[in-house]
């Protein structure tokens, strides 16, 4: 396996990973399927909840491609290639035994991991070779990752989990905490992560006062809004609000113009900012004379949220779930 060759002196981890690909190339590859657990796939149906699998070592479980990912004993040195695998990490696991990290991680201003990585100064996991470098006996990718950059690593005999990370419901988050902690042995962890999390989401869902209307909520990212199908309705929706993009009859997260805005005209619009540029965003939406005119505008109800709030796709969600009340109903 190319973890011990790269041990070794006397040869490059660039010509080894070359190697490898023409291997891959040359004979193709193909994964145990019996005696797996069952994990996360978002389709056009949605994930499967994660249903469990036997508690002993070696342990496989199906990621995103349907690949039987085995993983012989718990994982000690785990690299993550993207910002919300992160976050999963780094809250299942020690933070020394991250190894590897998106960009994202070491943003100040963006990252939630800011403070572990500064700590640990794990490498950042932007392509084959580096993550190589850190010997590590569990990769995790997002669903989105470059096919080759998957590939490669999957064929140095690297476990390589890709995970589906574009999330549509608050619940496809709580199972994805679940699998992953099976997947990396921190069970206790993910238990204690799980409870949380759906204790946010119980509290959220309970949080609209007795008799209030459902506030009616736009969220925005620059010209971009977010409709059905999003996580951003699940968590609007679950805190009682009614999501205007979705009620305009948006799918997914697509482009809208100051017009159409206008002609929902909802009663609060939602922002996200880096911390400390706040103002500056809120600002540069009240710059459109057609937003300018919504009741949101005029009743002074353009929300920014701090990006780490507002951003995660992740057990951090839960800030966002606990935030998003307090705003609207003030509890």
């Known amino acids: 396996m190319i973890r011990s ?25 193909l994964a145990p399927t019996a005696g797996v657990a069952k994990a996360n796939r978002i389709d056009n149906d949605g994930p499967p909840p994660f249903e469990g699998g036997p508690d002993t070592w070696p342990r496989t479980l199906k990621d995103f491609d349907d690949f039987a990912v085995r993983i012989e004993q718990p994982p000690q040195r785990v690299v993550s290639q993207y910002w919300s695998i992160d976050e999963f990490l780094y809250t299942l696991l020690p933070p020394e035994d991250v190894v590897g990290v998106s960009e994202t991680a070491y943003l100040p201003g963006v990252s ?150 206008l002609r929902w005209n909802p009663e609060w619009i939602l922002l996200s900012a880096e911390q400390g540029k706040e103002q500056q965003v809120r600002q540069r939406v009240l710059d459109d004379p057609a937003i300018a005119l919504t009741q949101a505008a005029q009743q002074g109800r353009i929300l920014v949220f701090d990006s780490r709030v507002f951003m995660p796709m992740s057990p951090y969600t839960r800030h966002f779930l606990e935030a998003l009340p307090r705003e609207l109903y003030g509890n």
Request: aromatic share 6%; glycine share 8%.
């Open 5 to 29: 060759w790269l041990a070794q002196a006397g040869r490059a981890p660039l010509a080894l990973l070359a190697s490898a690909l023409l291997m891959l190339a040359l004979i193709g590859w």
């Open 112 to 261: 939630n991991v800011l403070n572990e990585v500064e700590r640990f100064k794990p490498v950042v996991a932007s392509d084959p070779e580096r993550v190589m470098r850190t010997l590590p006996d569990l990769v995790v990718v997002a669903s989105s990752a470059r096919a080759d950059y998957t590939a490669l690593l999957r064929s140095t005999g690297v476990p390589v989990y890709r995970l589906a990370t574009t999330f549509t419901t608050l619940h496809q988050i709580a199972d994805t905490i679940r699998a992953l902690g099976y997947l990396t042995g921190s069970e206790d962890e993910a238990h204690r992560a799980h409870s949380a999390f759906l204790s946010a989401v119980d509290h959220a869902r309970r949080s609209r006062p007795p008799g209030m209307p459902p506030p009616r909520v736009l969220g925005l990212g620059g010209t971009f809004s977010y409709g059905s199908k999003t996580l951003f309705h699940d968590i609007v929706t679950t805190v009682g609000a009614t999501n205007v993009g979705a009620e305009g009859g948006l799918e997914g997260y697509r482009p809208v113009n100051s017009e159409q805005i």
